[in-house]
């Protein structure tokens, strides 16, 4: 009878493995990864005022790879593009309560942000069609969050306000992520450059619990003829930030910033030096500053062996 039993359970497993690699050969198909595709849009169309639009999934044993992706706001203008996206998982540990994203990759991603009185269009695009219920805080539950690799690559970046327009091409950024639910703590590190020789390089560091936070920060710039070197640190509420900007030449850095950002700076000429320090606490900050301007020419005005000095704050 045990031995009937046991052949019995042997069988069942024997089955269900089969009808899960079934499920999952499916999917790996054209038919399974179109069948998919119009699943999750479906879902998550039914939530967003917004549109999202997948060209292509296809289904790996390891992960997904998602072709032509369109975010639009509710006019159907769009918002946010993607070429593609590669995503590579550690399935095993979805068996723990656990998402392990080793490598999730981004090619080509288009953003038009496009800022106005009603806030922007990519917030109308991911606004809910129905106010999320009231649900009770929880802690110490919840699935483990793990990404190990990030990487865009061939980013376009475009703002637009009534007063400003800015658009920043050849975009790359490498990072990482973790969040666990039990402690509440989560970590991200971000590397991003921008400009097609990399002339801004950014890094940032950040930890916290949902109590205390921990924010580390550099940019290293060369635009034209005038750098920019600044970073520091924010510890709870502590501030600890220090700057330079030197400006050599700010003809050149004006149409550096005309070609390569798609700015429209008034004319300028002329150079000088800023330097600045941010301590205290982000309730009772201090700033000091000092800019040293042999000459400077914006547009009509100038100004000539300018050194100032101030201090703000206690």
Same mark, same amino acid.
């Given at each position: 009878?045990? #031995?009937?039993?046991?052949?019995?359970?042997?069988?069942?497993?024997?089955?269900?493995?089969?009808?899960?690699?079934?499920?999952?050969?499916?999917?790996? *198909? /054209? &038919?399974?990864?179109?069948?998919?595709?119009?699943?999750?849009?479906?879902r998550?169309?039914?939530?967003?005022?917004?549109?999202?639009?997948?060209? @292509?999934?296809?289904?790996?044993?390891?992960g997904?790879?998602? !072709?032509?992706?369109?975010?639009?706001?509710p006019?159907?203008?769009?918002?946010?593009?993607?070429?593609?996206?590669?995503?590579?998982?550690?399935?095993?540990?979805?068996? $723990?309560? #656990?998402v392990?994203?080793?490598?999730?990759?981004v090619?080509?991603? &288009?953003? $038009?942000?496009?800022?106005?009185?009603?806030?922007? /269009?990519?917030?109308?695009?991911?606004?809910?069609?129905?106010?999320?219920?009231?649900?009770?805080?929880?802690?110490?539950?919840? &699935?483990?969050?793990?990404?190990?690799?990030? *990487?865009?690559?061939?980013?376009?970046?475009?703002?637009? =306000?009534?007063?400003? #327009?800015?658009?920043?091409?050849?975009?790359?950024?490498?990072?990482?992520? %973790?969040?666990?639910?039990?402690? /509440?703590?989560? $970590?991200?590190?971000? $590397?991003? *450059?921008?400009?097609?020789?990399?002339?801004?390089?950014?890094?940032?560091?950040?930890?916290?619990?949902?109590?205390?936070? !921990?924010?580390?920060?550099?940019?290293d710039?060369d635009?034209?003829?005038?750098?920019? =070197?600044?970073?520091?640190s924010v =510890?709870?509420?502590?501030?600890?930030?220090?700057?330079?900007?030197?400006? @050599?030449?700010?003809?050149? *850095?004006?149409?550096?910033? =005309?070609?390569?950002?798609?700015?429209?700076?008034?004319?300028?000429?002329g150079?000088?030096?800023?330097?600045?320090?941010?301590?205290?606490?982000?309730?009772?900050? @201090?700033?000091?500053? @000092?800019?040293?301007?042999? %000459?400077l020419?914006?547009? /009509?005005?100038?100004?000539r062996g300018?050194?100032?000095?101030?201090?703000?704050?206690?």
């Open positions: 009878m045990a #031995r009937a039993f046991a052949l019995v359970i042997l069988v069942a497993v024997g089955l269900v493995a089969l009808l899960v690699g079934s499920a999952a050969a499916l999917l790996r *198909t /054209n &038919w399974g990864g179109a069948l998919a595709k119009e699943t999750i849009l479906r998550v169309n039914s939530q967003l005022q917004g549109t999202l639009a997948i060209e @292509r999934l296809r289904v790996r044993p390891d997904v790879e998602l !072709s032509g992706v369109l975010l639009a706001d006019t159907g203008a769009p918002v946010i593009r993607v070429r593609r996206m590669d995503v590579r998982l550690r399935l095993r540990s979805l068996f $723990h309560r #656990r392990e994203i080793r490598a999730f990759a090619e080509e991603p &288009w953003a $038009h942000i496009q800022m106005d009185k009603g806030g922007s /269009n990519l917030t109308r695009a991911l606004a809910p069609r129905q106010p999320p219920p009231a649900t009770a805080q929880q802690s110490g539950g919840g &699935w483990q969050l793990t990404l190990h690799r990030l *990487t865009v690559t061939g980013g376009t970046f475009e703002l637009g =306000r009534p007063d400003l #327009r800015l658009r920043v091409t050849t975009l790359a950024a490498e990072g990482e992520a %973790s969040y666990d639910p039990g402690s /509440n703590r989560a $970590h991200a590190r971000l $590397h991003l *450059t921008l400009g097609p020789t990399g002339m801004v390089k950014a890094t940032l560091d950040a930890a916290g619990d949902g109590i205390t936070a !921990s924010i580390d920060a550099s940019i710039a635009i034209g003829e005038t750098t920019v =070197r600044a970073g520091g =510890r709870g509420r502590t501030l600890d930030l220090q700057g330079r900007l030197e400006a @050599r030449d700010l003809h050149e *850095t004006a149409h550096v910033l =005309r070609r390569v950002l798609d700015l429209d700076p008034p004319p300028l000429t150079g000088g030096v800023v330097t600045f320090a941010i301590t205290g606490t982000i309730d009772a900050p @201090r700033v000091a500053a @000092r800019a040293q301007v042999p %000459s020419q914006i547009g /009509n005005s100038a100004v300018a050194d100032i000095a101030f201090t703000l704050g206690q």
